[in-house]
């Protein structure tokens, strides 16, 4: 039991914690109550940039604010990165991330300006992005056993493009490479979009990208899918088969695209965040969208990033070792 004269000193104190707590849980309660920024860190017209504002759409009109995404490329989403992390923790500022930047880079890349558990708090996971291996129509193959007799009489004579080092596109070379004990030389561009226009317009022969950016293109006959990349084929590219099915045995690339915010953000708006995703990734239109873009929708818990880029770096150390990846 508090003496009076204890009681007497508390009572100020307390009533300077309950004024301080009421506005932020009012603050909680009424969030959002003014638009929000969303960071993509990577080029508009990347498959991360197309989700995100499909997604964002949605979400905006379950929260009842708009959401507004900036598009930050640069050192395959380490600027980006960095300006998230350092951003006011108040749910006002996420971001509309990949694996390329939570789980590829920080596996292989050591003293990165941020740390990708620390310093993030995850909202959810939003889609998984289907990847395939295009060439330009002049390149003379037109299926993965000609480009692989056409690249092992040129070893390292023939050029592929990426949204930078330790992109996923880089990654999914790397790895092909690997696999195919074939040599290639690579020219990392500042975004993925840049990337895949130079290889459309046969400046740079051939990439591994998401199909969500290239579907149409390859449709078109602007470019030629050789091969998908995941372990079965895509929706919408359904005679294309998979690597391994073509004859690389044991190769698999996919990634995924989460929407995360800056560490410290109140769980309560958190929460509110993570809701309005899953509720949005639950519309059956917008989940056709993005199955018709190549994409599968999610819709996760929090902590189901958390291990996702926990396992992602765990992986890409192990493969970055085993296949000699480095990223400068």
Known sequence: MLKQGMLKRSLPILAMLLAAALPLQAGAQAYPSRPIQMIVPLSAGSAVDAIMRSVTQK???????????????????????????????????????????????????????????????????????????????????????????LVKAKPGQINFSSGGNGSPQQIAMELFKAAANVDLTHVPYRGATQAALDVIGGQIPTMFTAVAVVSQQVKSGKLRALAVAGTKRSPLLPDVPTV???????????????????????????????????KALSDPGLRER???????????????????????????????KRANIKID
């Open 59 to 149: 979400m905006g009109e379950n929260l009842g604010q708009s959401i507004a995404i900036e598009n930050i490329p640069g050192a395959s989403g380490i600027i980006g990165a960095e300006k998230l992390k350092s951003a006011t923790p108040d749910g006002y500022t996420i971001g509309g991330f990949n694996d390329g930047t939570l789980a590829i880079l920080p596996g292989l890349k050591p003293g990165l300006p941020y740390d990708p558990i620390k310093d993030y708090a995850p909202v959810s996971l939003v889609a998984g992005i289907d990847w395939v291996l295009v060439v330009n129509p002049d390149v003379p193959a037109k299926n993965l056993a000609e480009f692989l007799a």
């Open 244 to 278: 391994a099915e073509a004859g690389v045995k044991g190769y698999e690339f996919s990634t995924w695209s989460p929407i995360i915010a800056p560490a410290g953000t109140p769980k309560a708006v958190i929460d509110r965040l993570n809701a309005s995703v899953v």
């Open 290 to 320: 993005l199955i018709a873009q190549g994409l599968v929708p999610m819709g996760t818990p929090p902590e189901v990033v958390t291990q996702m880029t926990r396992d992602g770096i765990a992986k890409m150390q192990a493969i970055g």
